[in-house]
C-alpha cells in the first residue's frame, strides 16, 4: 500500500519488529526514527500518513513530539498511535490527541485494526 508510515522508538528492535509487520501486511513506505527530536525533523521533511510513537525516548519523548504535532495546523491531522509499555498513560495519550494506544508487546491484530481505522 502507497501509505507512508513512521515508526518511532528508540529500541531498534521494537522499530525493526513494527517494520516487518507492516511490510507484511502491504504497507511498503516504512520510515525509522529513534527518537522524538529525529522523527520531527522527518515529519517537517516530509509528509507522512501515520505515525506509531513510543513514549519514553532520549531527546524528545512521545507525549512532547505528540503535543508539538497536534498544535501544528500543518500536521495535526496525521493519526499518531502511541506505543507503550505503561497503561497508566493511555488516558494521557489520548486526550493530547492520540488516534489509539498500543500495549506492548504489540499484537499483529491489534496494530492491523488501529492502520484499518487510521488509513
Same mark, same amino acid.
Given at each position: /500500500? @502507497?501509505?507512508?508510515? +513512521?515508526?518511532?522508538?528508540?529500541?531498534?528492535? &521494537?522499530?525493526?519488529? !513494527?517494520?516487518?509487520? %507492516? $511490510?507484511?501486511?502491504?504497507?511498503?513506505?516504512?520510515?525509522?526514527?529513534?527518537?522524538?527530536?529525529?522523527?520531527?525533523?522527518?515529519?517537517?521533511?516530509?509528509? /507522512? @500518513?501515520?505515525?506509531? +510513537?513510543?513514549?519514553?525516548?532520549?531527546?524528545? &519523548?512521545?507525549?512532547? !513530539?505528540?503535543?508539538? %504535532? $497536534?498544535?501544528?495546523?500543518?500536521?495535526?491531522?496525521?493519526?499518531?498511535?502511541?506505543?507503550?509499555?505503561?497503561?497508566?498513560?493511555?488516558?494521557?495519550?489520548?486526550?493530547?490527541?492520540?488516534?489509539?494506544?498500543?500495549?506492548?508487546?504489540?499484537?499483529?491484530?491489534?496494530?492491523?485494526?488501529?492502520?484499518?481505522?487510521?488509513?
Amino acid at each position: /500500500m @502507497d501509505r507512508r508510515i +513512521l515508526v518511532v522508538d528508540d529500541d531498534m528492535i &521494537n522499530r525493526k519488529l !513494527l517494520s516487518v509487520l %507492516l $511490510k507484511k501486511n502491504g504497507y511498503t513506505d516504512v520510515i525509522e526514527a529513534e527518537n522524538g527530536k529525529e522523527a520531527l525533523a522527518m515529519i517537517q521533511a516530509e509528509p /507522512m @500518513d501515520m505515525i506509531l +510513537l513510543d513514549i519514553i525516548m532520549p531527546e524528545m &519523548n512521545g507525549l512532547d !513530539l505528540l503535543k508539538i %504535532l $497536534k498544535q501544528d495546523e500543518k500536521f495535526k491531522n496525521i493519526p499518531v498511535a502511541i506505543l507503550t509499555t505503561d497503561d497508566s498513560k493511555k488516558t494521557e495519550a489520548l486526550n493530547l490527541g492520540a488516534c489509539a494506544v498500543l500495549i506492548k508487546p504489540i499484537k499483529e491484530s491489534d496494530l492491523k485494526n488501529i492502520l484499518a481505522q487510521n488509513l
